[in-house]
């Protein structure tokens, strides 16, 4: 019931090309979705995030469209450069100001010149 | 600048050594957190602590301790390390974001421990 499911695990794009990362969830208690980078060495780094009366929120590049009836998330990364190359975790948050959050397992994207 | 730091950022014990990885924020946030990050699984939570005197289970805490003593420190206390410890630790401070009253983590560079 606390899990966040991600896919895929890994994933490959060329240079300009649209990268998709796709999670879900199946707790209704959840109820605020950031998305996460992390490069190598570092720890990750809150990217954008989404609340699920909201059926998307750009910022830049980076878009998330959510889902609430299907319970699924995903984050498209436009025009993907090589800097853009890290490991994406999608979250979720617990209402009730919990604060606890929980994790998917992680995309490791490579985009490639 | 704003920032999570901790200490040490790599450590090599033995079993049963007891160790405190620290964790401090200068941001004043109320709520910090503590992660490990393991191949294939992602980050899970040990503790978390909504305020000073305030702690509590996440979801991995077995073998871990906390304190929240001070509202800018949250040290990680493992007083019997095993082997299965072995693993990335990430501290996280957490600012709230408007009139939601959400927050959204900051992480720490992160604490590579491992347990001969």
């Known amino acids: 019931q606390q899990q966040v499911k991600q896919s895929p695990q890994s994933l490959i794009v060329q240079k300009g090309g649209i990268s998709i990362i796709n999670c879900a969830y199946e707790n209704t208690a959840f109820d605020y979705f950031p998305w996460y980078q992390q490069f190598p060495g570092k720890g990750p780094a809150l990217l954008i995030a989404i609340r699920p009366d909201v059926s998307e929120k750009k910022e830049g590049r980076f878009t998330i469209s959510f889902n609430k009836s299907a319970k699924q998330f995903s984050l498209h990364i436009m025009d993907s450069q090589p800097g853009d190359s890290a490991t994406y975790f999608c979250?979720?948050?617990?209402?009730?100001?919990?604060?606890?959050?929980?994790f998917g397992k992680g995309t490791k994207l490579t985009v490639n010149p | 600048e704003a920032q999570v730091t901790q200490n040490p950022r790599y450590l090599i014990t033995v079993t049963g050594k007891k160790l405190t990885v620290t964790c401090s924020q200068n941001?004043?946030?109320?709520?910090m957190s503590w992660y490990r990050q393991d191949p294939g699984l992602g980050l899970r939570q040990i503790y978390y602590?909504?305020?000073?005197?305030?702690?509590d289970k996440g979801d991995v805490p077995e073998g871990y301790k906390v304190s929240r003593k001070e509202k800018r420190n949250f040290p990680l206390i493992l007083e019997s390390p095993s082997p299965n410890q072995t693993s990335l630790y990430f501290c996280?401070?957490?600012?709230?974001?408007?009139?939601?009253?959400?927050?959204?983590?900051?992480f720490g560079p992160g604490t590579r421990l491992t347990v001969l």
């Open positions: 996280a401070s957490s600012v709230w974001i408007g009139v939601s009253g959400r927050g959204l983590q900051f």
């Open positions: 979250a979720a948050l617990f209402q009730g100001g919990s604060e606890k959050l929980v």
């Open positions: 941001m004043n946030h109320e709520y």
């Open positions: 602590s909504m305020n000073v005197e305030v702690t």
